[in-house]
């Protein structure tokens, strides 16, 4: 995702699954193996009835499943989220390659997927212009004489896309979400997050020797000497480092309260005594006055230091690094983009071989121009009576919240009549959006990959910058339609359900109730219950941040989070590296709501049909196909570094937990198996929040 173009801080949206973020993920196995008619929801196939359900019920519902799909060697994690993920994608490229036939009578929008795509294949031509696309960016670079010049380059490079020093986003107001204001953020590490930098165990020492290695081989291949490649890699380290240094982690990045910080432009401009504001916000065509958001006033003040005090050749080495870094992908030469698969993809993630040219370019696409690409997707494969259901389950699990609410014990009248309201304000958005994305200003020419690639961040960013000062467009999505994932904002108290993931194995028309609610149900309950998670309960119906609880429910409601917080930090996910209890703390709220509240609706929804509860389907009664259908949805291989990696930086609790730790939780879970209370699947402190 476009961290840098960010609607939102990345705290603000919460999704189903840390998914598309890394260049690592998603590589198919299944390219003519798997049709969408072979997935299914619940899937008796997979379990494993060998297996005790009250002693792992997580092997017992994927074991067939883990032994069907050995990992291939070009994925960090296989699961079923990358079964549809695949499919989804040989879809889109049919469209794509569709689109890139020249033919006379392309609309607008398939001449620029189309001729895109054409662009990107053509690896010949893009080894054949080395880096002569990208020369003017490093000459621009090489003139920079001085601190004077720097913020104008600066902008230049973030209109491109460039994460260098800080990032500038347009963002909704804290105090009142109706706005949209200049944000200026963290940024400008190659690392993926702040403690990277600090941890002092052996395996991130090495990782950071590892990834001055790769730096440096980066530089190299950009024309640099060995020597002087050394060197320079070691400046961008000691840069990063120090930047790093001022930053948030991603755990503190959770808390908004954290990131709060409302100024004017003319006071923050003030205090960066070393870099004229006024004159980067010129070059960037941003606005040169009024509100603003620092969110992270020590990592701004570092900033203007290190400006005063490193040597202009020390900023011209590091923003070389970052232009590289930031271009390196299916736009230059493959020698680039296979050195940061060998980092980012291998090294840090695990996975064994490079994905295949037309998944890389397709994913692009997606990325780039995903709702031209998705209104083309949309009308073949989201027909309208799959979004009238989805709308329907909805509105169902809405319900099931409201009822819910009502019958908490911890929670006062005056805050459950609060927390109602907002529940009431949440808008459901289904499929993609109701007003199509205008690319009619984005130029795209046939057999120009880099300068393609550099027009439509600058057209991306120039989207964002246009928000600013005006009211903001809630009708607007984040994640295009093929999107297998989901999301809740905090500031805009939707939830956003994409097409791509209203499909099987999540989700079908042709599969019953217990299958539908255990899986889908569930994530919509997740996405929903994200309105009242640690981060999301902080905001109020109109996604202002305002505390809208008493002080008595809000302790009330620390403590009973708190037993969830302790149950997380106990997990080792790999031998040394244990889950963050604060980290997950959100998507662990989300899971077990957002279950509970499908188990409230489909029981409501079973009683209403009189169904028969003890009529067993493929040897299974419907509530234990409920569980098995939510369990089958996590059911992922993952490789030792992925793990590792993900227990640092996803807020997301591994597939396995997401299973097992949550059904620990729910004593109906149990009773739909006769688990007895000393089974591992039945947990001695169950929590329970909503
Ligand atoms: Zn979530």
């Known amino acids: ?230 060197k320079d890699a070691d400046t961008v380290m000691a840069i990063e480092t120090r930047l790093a240094k001022a930053s948030l982690n991603v755990t503190e990045l959770r808390d908004p309260q954290n990131l709060n910080h409302p100024t004017e432009f003319a006071a923050l401009s003030r205090g960066l005594s070393h870099f004229k504001l006024a004159d980067y916000a010129e070059a960037a065509h941003a606005p040169a006055a009024g509100k603003a958001n620092e969110s992270e006033p020590k990592f701004m003040a570092e900033f203007n230091d290190l400006v005063a005090t490193t040597p202009v050749d020390q900023i011209r080495t590091y923003l070389r690094w970052h232009l590289l870094h930031a271009y390196a992908g299916t736009s230059m030469p493959e020698a680039f ?26 994913s692009r696409i997606d990325r780039e121009m995903g709702e031209a690409l998705g209104q083309v997707y949309v009308s073949k494969y989201f027909p309208p009576e799959e979004k009238l259901q989805a709308l329907d389950m909805t509105l169902a699990i809405e319900q099931a919240m409201s009822k819910d609410i009502d019958s908490l014990d911890w929670m006062s009248p005056a805050t459950k009549q609060a927390a109602k309201e907002k529940l009431k304000t949440v808008m459901n958005k289904i499929g993609y959006p109701d007003k199509w994305r205008d690319y009619s200003k984005l130029n795209i020419v046939r057999g120009d990959a880099l300068g393609n690639l550099e027009r439509v961040r600058q057209f991306n960013f120039n989207r964002e910058l246009a928000k600013i000062g005006k009211p903001i467009d809630k009708g607007e999505w984040t994640m295009s339609p093929p999107t297998v994932n989901a999301y809740y904002d905090a500031q805009q108290n939707n939830v956003n359900f994409p097409a791509g993931y209203f499909q099987t194995p999540f989700f079908s028309t042709k599969e019953d109730d217990a299958a539908n609610y255990g899986d889908m149900g569930s994530t ?74 499908a188990w409230i609706a489909w029981q409501d929804k079973a009683q209403a049909a009189h169904l028969d509860m003890n009529a067993k389907t493929d040897g299974y009664t419907p509530e234990q196909r409920f569980w098995i259908a939510y369990a089958q949805q996590w059911c992922t291989q993952t490789r030792p570094e992925q793990l590792r990696s993900q227990a640092q930086v996803d807020p997301h609790s591994p597939d396995e937990y997401r299973t097992n730790s949550v059904l620990q939780d729910l004593p109906e879970f149990a009773k739909s198996f006769n688990c007895k209370a000393t089974a591992k699947m039945v947990s001695a402190k169950a929590c329970r929040v909503w």
């Open 337 to 362: 983009e296979t050195e940061t698969w060998n980092f980012y993809a291998h090294i840090l993630n695990g996975a064994e071989k490079q994905q295949e040219r037309w998944k890389r370019c397709t």
């Open 524 to 597: 919509i309950g997740h996405e929903l219950t994200h309105g009242f998670d640690d981060e999301g309960r902080q905001f109020d119906k109109d996604g202002n941040l305002k505390d809208w609880w008493t002080k008595e429910d809000e302790d009330k409601f620390k403590q009973k989070a708190q037993c969830m917080v302790d149950q997380y930090d106990a997990i080792e996910a790999v031998p040394g590296v244990h889950l963050n209890g604060k980290l997950t703390l959100g998507e662990n709220l989300a899971d077990l709501g957002g279950l509970w509240l």
């Open 1 to 230: 995702m476009y961290r840098f173009l960010a609607v939102i801080p990345t705290w603000g949206i919460a999704l189903l699954v840390l998914f598309a973020a890394t260049t690592t993920l998603s590589q198919p196995h299944i390219e003519s193996t798997v049709t969408a008619h072979e997935l299914r929801v619940f899937d008796p196939s997979i379990v494993d009835a060998s297996i005790d359900p009250c002693d792992n019920f997580y092997r017992f519902s994927c074991n067939n499943w883990f032994k069907r799909n050995p990992l291939p060697p070009d994925q960090a994690a296989y699961g079923r989220f990358t079964e549809l993920f695949e499919l989804n994608r040989l879809h889109l490229r049919e469209i794509l390659e569709e689109a890139s036939k020249p033919a006379q009578n392309r609309s607008p929008n398939e001449q620029k997927i189309g001729d895109e795509y054409a662009s990107c294949m053509d690896t010949a031509a893009i080894n054949k212009l080395g880096l002569t696309p990208i020369k003017p960016e490093l000459d621009r670079i090489a003139a920079l004489r001085g601190p004077d010049e720097l913020p104008a380059l600066l902008a230049h490079l973030h209109t491109i896309g460039v994460d260098a020093f800080f990032d500038f986003s347009a963002s909704q107001d804290y105090a009142d979400a109706r706005q949209v204001i200049s944000f200026y953020n963290s940024g400008g590490l190659g690392l993926p997050e702040r403690d990277y930098y600090f941890r002092t165990d052996d395996k991130s020492i090495e990782q950071r020797k590892q990834y001055v290695d790769h730096v440096r081989k980066m530089l190299v291949l950009a024309g640099e000497s060995e020597e002087q490649s050394a």
